[in-house]
Nanobody, 124 residues
Framework: QVQLVESGGGLVQAGGSLRLSCVASGRIFSASSMGWFRQTPGKEREALAAISWNGQITLYTDSVKGRFTIFRDNAKNTVYLQMDNLKPEDTAVYLC?????????????????WGQGTQVTVSS
């Protein structure tokens, strides 16, 4: 069993930056790929970024490519999402997820464990 706890959300002005963290409990973290997603009311969950178990492969959806960076520290059981040049349309609840397979994927159905999410609000 893996538990995921996100932090780092908050209120930021457009053009600003935030760094989200997701700490995982359980021994499988270092063998798991990880992903970041976001959810807004009335919309489908959107995949943002994914990272392979060793951090060597990263994937991004087009809407965040060049602005967001995913990275991980397996010694700390933590995956991060650095978000720069934030826009009001980035406002959402951000969730991290763990996939027991080692390869990165943006397919949400492949993820086995989910955190509760952290709210990010970007003001114009």
């Amino acid at each position: 069993q893996v538990q995921l706890v996100e932090s780092g959300g908050g209120l930021v002005q457009a053009g600003g930056s935030l760094r989200l963290s997701c700490v995982a409990s359980g021994r499988i973290f270092s063998a798991s790929s990880m992903g970041w997603f976001r959810q807004t009311p009335g919309k489908e969950r959107e995949a943002l970024a994914a990272i392979s178990w060793n951090g060597q492969i990263t994937l991004y959806t087009d809407s965040v490519k060049g602005r967001f960076t995913i990275f991980r520290d397996n010694a700390k059981n933590t995956v991060y999402l650095q978000m720069d040049n934030l826009k009001p349309e980035d406002t959402a609840v951000y969730l991290c997820a763990a996939d027991r397979t080692p390869l990165a994927t943006l397919e949400s159905y492949k993820y086995d464990y989910w955190g509760q999410g952290t709210q990010v609000t970007v003001s114009s």
